[in-house]
């Protein structure tokens, strides 16, 4: 299978943990493939004809599945290929019933799980909680809603990660849902809005897990669990979409509600010159250090401690409802 490639930017994020110190764009060419479709040799070969073709510098490979490991930096003729990130990328296979999908979990999770949602239907009920939007009407509808729900979110407060609010964002979504591209969900509790997932609909057959939030305030209900229940129950029933890609991050959510999951790695191939040389060791080094100050906090038994501490200081609730329940 022949892979389609795209001029673009890729920006490296220079972290210390959460933390963005800086970022760095650079012109690239981007594999548009999903990792569904990416075969694992690619992570063995240098794009040099596209990059050719596109007169650039540097390729990129997002979630490209990996037959074996691989080092974090190593050499390929003129290139360095450096796999930034490494991780297990889950997602879900429509195959079966819902009630099928629910059985293959083991008994404790399915019960946690269920118990999660009947606590939020018997405070708010089972009608008008969850709503679906996949029209350029729906997508106008539910844009407030879920802007609102980003705005008081620890990632956008604190990281400028939130859902993307300018008009070129917004202008693309709606051409997409014009062409039935991308789903919003909703949870209410009443009538205020607590979750939100929002994505792009690939090929009309994989959503992406892309923009997720939920409201501090409601930790204790666990709005995020209950929500993804949901999306996963319509998206059986509905039986048009294949596969709900849970994206990138190795989050436990994931691995409770996934069914499947690839070893992947983000790669990027770049030109051995010094400035590229240079980006390459400073991210390399942030991401060691962060590495080691985890590893330091979770032997001392205070990663979760300091996580809510720092959380609670921006979302703005006591730190008791600033755990990741999304």
Not at 148 to 172: H, K, V
Not at 281 to 290: E, G, P, R, V
Request: with cysteine; glycine share 6%.
């Amino acid at each position: 299978m022949e892979m389609r490639w795209e001029p673009g930017e890729i920006v490296l994020k220079f972290r210390l943990g959460e933390f963005i110190l800086f970022r760095y764009a650079i012109p690239a060419s981007v594999c548009q493939e999903s990792f569904l479709e990416i075969p694992p040799s690619l992570s063995r070969q240098t794009p040099e004809l596209e990059l050719e073709r596109h007169g650039l510098d540097v390729a990129f490979v997002r979630s490209c599945p990996l037959a074996g490991p691989l080092p974090r930096l190593s050499r390929m003729g003129g290139f360095i290929r450096y796999l930034k990130a490494e991780y297990r990328h889950y997602y879900i296979e429509r195959r079966g019933t819902f009630e099928e999908y629910l059985s293959a979990f083991n008994a404790r999770t399915r019960a946690t799980i269920l118990r999660k949602v009947r606590k939020f239907e018997s405070i708010y009920g089972s009608e008008n909680t969850f709503h679906e939007y996949a029209t350029p009407e729906d997508v106008a509808e539910f844009w407030p809603y879920a802007r609102q729900i980003s705005a008081r979110t620890f990632q956008e407060r604190m990281l400028g990660q939130g859902l993307p609010n300018d008009s070129a964002f917004r202008s693309t979504i709606e051409a997409l849902a014009r062409l039935n591209g991308v789903r919003g969900y909703l949870l209410f509790a009443g009538s205020r809005p607590v979750s939100y997932v929002f994505g792009p609909v690939i090929d009309h057959r994989i959503f992406l897990y892309d923009f997720v939030g939920y409201d501090s305030a409601f930790a204790r209900l666990s709005p995020g669990i209950v929500l993804q229940y949901y999306i996963i129950r319509r998206i059986f029933q509905e039986r048009r979409l294949e596969v709900y890609d849970l994206c990138v991050g190795e989050g436990e959510h994931k691995r409770i509600f996934a069914n499947a999951c690839k070893a992947c790695g983000d790669i990027m191939f770049l030109n051995a010159s010094p400035k590229y040389l240079t980006a390459v060791a400073i991210d390399f080094l942030l991401q060691a250090t962060s590495r080691y100050t985890v590893a330091l906090l979770d032997k001392l038994h205070l990663k979760s401690t300091v996580k809510k501490k720092i959380r609670s200081r921006f979302c703005g609730y006591p730190p008791e409802n600033c755990s990741e329940v999304i």
